[in-house]
């Protein structure tokens, strides 16, 4: 078993922390949520709309980054884009304010006509990213969106998060926790697929007296050994 | 429907954005042509094009589970199927676009056997009804061994492996109506139960159509090999996505 009764919610204008050691169900979690794997019991609801009963709903709604960035590699990155932009139904003239918009926000305007493979480990996560936001949804699901990005996308990439903060639902997991201390206004922390801790960055840091790291080795190294 | 439409246009521009197509269209173009005169095409001496349909399911047996590998397979691998199915679209929706996509191309590559056509017409007085016939036939069987494709191909991601399985059960279905097993089976079999095997072949329906004889017991049996076959794909889809 992954994950074990596991159970959050999250509101809009909220940027969800998602932490945990290697393992922990972080992405079986997410891919839950993605309407990807079905949980053998219990359900989540979001944007009102059943992962069992409307998963297409719930799809339409959010916008998944998957941790290993899929995508279809033969395909140049604006024919994957338009894509996307096709299965996902947007209309025509909307489809071009769409491109523009996510291109310049991810910064692949160099790579559009590039194909996937060819890509960098930075840039297929920027062209992933980009088909997560790309419909506009109002829940953001992103499994380690800065993973493999130099410090300075990752920088970029928290700035967007931070941006988009405030009219979107974001569930965000990582390992690195300085990016929760930058992001996040609430951190959960899974080990072994048990909530261990379900806070505020801040409150952590003073209910242990230490930083986050230690926070974090504090809780799951206990738990495990 | 929306998403039907995506999944099949770009399945379909899929195989020529890669090498495969070209392959696929050149090896098949040339068995189909040599076989053809293998069989002896000139020396039958009639205007019609059976030399060229009968190797068909042979040929068909081992170049439409190529067609159809990667299908679902290759998803897998990369671990695109997460994409796929994180958007929204139904599990139906993407198993009939990859399919018809699919049965497109394959459809395509019949297509551009058209100069065997235009020499019989040259040579003689065809039935034309007759090398319709043949050509919705051919359409028809590559359906079927499609569906059988997309289906092995959806429960591996290795594509070998779902090459070789749905080799053998193409395979089997073709040759359970030949001749050489029915003369075989007859030997410890009881007639109904050799008769009952061979209409469940392919070869059967196929050469009661390619001789012109269009019966919906024919036709109906393909469509409900091919509606079979692609809702277990389906039901294979849905239960194990990752993975």
């Known amino acids: 078993m992954a994950v074990d009764g596991v159970s959050f919610e999250v509101e809009k204008g909220q940027v969800l922390g998602f932490l945990g050691p290697n393992g922990a169900g972080k992405s079986t979690v997410m891919r839950m949520l993605a309407c990807f794997l079905r949980p053998d019991s219990g359900t989540a609801q979001i944007c009102g709309f059943d992962i069992f009963k409307n998963p297409i709903q719930v799809r339409q709604n959010i916008g998944y980054l998957a941790e290993n960035v899929p995508a279809y590699n033969e395909m140049t990155v604006g024919a994957f884009l338009n894509f996307v932009c096709d299965v996902r139904n947007l209309e025509n003239q909307k489809i071009k304010q769409a491109l523009d918009k996510v291109v310049s926000m991810c910064h692949i305007e160099s790579v559009y006509h590039q194909t996937i493979e060819t890509l960098s480990k930075g840039y297929k996560r920027r062209v992933g990213l980009a088909q997560a936001l790309i419909h506009d949804p109002p829940v953001l699901i992103l499994d380690e969106p800065t993973d493999g990005l130099d410090p300075n996308q990752k920088h970029e990439v928290r700035q967007l998060i931070g941006k988009m903060a405030k009219d979107k639902c974001i569930v965000v997991s990582t390992h690195i926790l300085e990016e929760v201390e930058a992001v996040c206004d609430r951190a959960i922390i899974i080990a072994r697929g048990k909530i261990l801790a379900d806070s505020t960055p801040e409150e952590l840091k003073n209910k242990y007296n230490c930083t986050l790291e230690e926070v974090f080795r504090k809780i799951t190294t206990h738990k495990v050994a | ?243």
Not at chain 2, 13 to 32: E, G, M, N, R
């Open chain 2, 1 to 243: 429907m929306k998403g039907f439409w995506a999944v099949f246009k770009r399945e379909f521009k899929s195989y020529f954005t890669t090498p495969l197509a070209y392959v696929f269209l050149v090896v098949f173009l040339f068995f189909s042509g040599y076989l053809t005169f293998k069989e002896g095409f000139f020396e039958a001496r009639q205007a019609d094009m059976t030399a060229f349909f009968v190797s068909m399911p042979l040929l068909f047996v081992f170049l439409v589970p190529a067609a159809a590998m990667r299908l679902w397979a290759e998803e897998r691998k990369t671990g695109s199927i997460e994409l796929l199915f994180t958007l929204p679209i139904t599990v139906t929706q993407a198993v009939l676009g990859k399919f018809f996509a699919a049965w497109l191309f394959l459809i395509v590559a019949m297509a551009l056997t058209f100069p065997m056509a235009i020499t019989v017409c040259f040579l003689g007085k065809p039935d034309m009804g007759l090398i319709l016939a043949g050509y919705l036939a051919s359409v028809l069987m590559a359906g079927g061994f499609l569906a059988i494709g997309c289906f092995f191909s959806a429960i591996s991601n290795n594509q070998v492996i779902s090459f070789v399985l749905s080799v053998v059960a193409c395979a089997v279905l073709v040759f359970a109506g030949m001749p050489t097993t029915m003369n075989y089976l007859a030997t410890f079999l009881p007639a109904g139960l050799v008769e009952s095997i061979s209409t469940m072949s392919f070869q059967e329906h196929f050469d009661s159509m390619q001789r012109g004889v269009l019966e919906l017991k024919d036709v109906s049996y393909f469509v409900i090999l091919i509606a079979g076959w692609l809702a277990a794909c389906g039901i294979v889809l849905d239960e194990r996505k990752a993975g």
